[in-house]
Nanobody, 118 residues
């Protein structure tokens, strides 16, 4: 599975950005699609996730501001980020996983930088 993320950039505080991630390759049975972010010197953390069944969950820090959505027909996942804050500045990564028999495989896209100026 290959993941191609796009949509990062520079935005002023209070602004919006939309991240997109396209999955390709052996995408049969992909389950969770998610966005993680990584601050300098920190571990990657979950921002938002959605399952193939449509369940979603969000980090507390982004609830009410970010919305994850998924287009299964296009194998795309999106992250709409509104009311951005300087503390949202990070590298954002697209993630997916798939189950093959009893094994779960994790896949990551390349990061996309989001910079929020205060």
């Amino acid at each position: 599975v290959q993941l191609q993320a796009s949509g990062g950039g520079l935005v002023q505080a209070g602004g919006s950005l939309r991240l997109s991630c396209a999955a390709s390759g052996s995408i049969f049975n992909i389950n969770t699609m998610a966005w993680y972010r990584q601050f300098p010197g920190k571990q990657r953390e979950l921002v938002a996730a959605t399952t193939s069944g449509g369940r979603t969950n969000y980090a507390d820090s982004v609830k009410g501001r970010f919305t994850i959505s998924r287009d299964n027909a296009k194998n795309m996942v999106y992250l709409q980020m509104n009311s951005l804050k300087a503390e949202d500045t990070a590298v954002y990564y697209c993630y997916t996983d798939k189950r093959v028999l009893s094994n779960v495989y994790n896949y990551w896209g390349q990061g996309t930088q989001v910079t929020v100026s205060s």
